[in-house]
């Protein structure tokens, strides 16, 4: 056992370890959901400054700046998704659409950091841009699941197709209310982006078949539904 893996004033080193990563990616946060931008102070120097600690121990759990911005981005939607997730499981099937726009929408709205971490025109680095892309393709297949459960039918490419302009509206539409282009409170984005989204829980968007299949399934007397 080396020094670094004794435990110290009764902590153990793993737990210390978590300590310090979790205000490397605190710090990550302020700084990349500032308010304007400011690149000057994303290094890693000043990102050790803000969490209160040394370059040396930004490099035991960062191998670089990117591989830094990449984990507090990560950070971020893994959070978000989560607890997303779990209010939508939650919700009634009806309300679904509902329940994943309010903790989306409250979440940015209690916190204006993630949103200009997620969301934001204004923020521009390259690693940013990259995992915004990664995080949306997440999403898309998330919002597939949700229409294809709810559908009672396999993921078709149609599906997928309608999931993927889902997660791209839900984007820039918020991306227009943090810049101030949309004029609403957040309760009303709220109404309106579940009454987008429950559109796309109708089988008609997706092809004549799937309307059939809804038809016969609401009808049980026509002796077809979902195992014709």
């Keep these: ?31 990349l959901g500032a308010d304007p931008q400011n690149y000057s102070e994303l290094t890693v120097r000043g990102i050790c400054s803000r969490a209160g600690l040394t370059p040396r121990y930004f490099y035991e759990s960062f191998a670089d700046k990117d591989a830094f911005v990449a984990g507090v981005f990560n950070w ?26 309010t903790n ?9 950091r993630i949103g200009r971490l997620l969301f934001s025109t204004q923020l521009a680095n390259s690693v940013v841009v990259r995992k915004r892309a990664e995080s949306a393709a997440l999403f898309a297949m998330l919002s597939g699941q949700h229409a294809a459960d709810a559908l009672q ?20 539409t918020i991306s227009a209310w943090l810049a101030g282009d949309v004029q609403l409170d957040p309760d009303q984005l709220v109404d309106q982006l579940a009454a987008l989204l429950d559109q796309l829980t109708d089988p008609t968007v997706y092809s004549p078949d799937l309307a059939d299949v ?15």
């Design 153 to 172: 039918t396999p993921a078709t490419d149609r599906i997928k197709a309608g999931a993927h302009f889902a997660v791209g509206g839900v984007v820039q």
């Design 214 to 228: 809804a038809v016969d399934a609401a009808n049980p007397s026509s002796g077809g539904g979902l195992a014709r």
């Design 76 to 101: 971020v939607v893994a959070d978000i998704a989560a607890t997303t997730q779990a209010a939508v499981a939650a919700a009634p099937p009806n309300e679904q659409s509902r329940a994943g726009m």
């Design 1 to 31: 056992m080396t020094l670094s893996d004794r435990p110290y004033r009764g902590i153990e080193a793993a737990e210390r370890l978590a300590n310090r990563r979790g205000r490397l990616l605190s710090a990550g946060l302020d700084l």
């Design 104 to 112: 989306i929408v409250r979440t940015i709205a209690d916190d204006a």
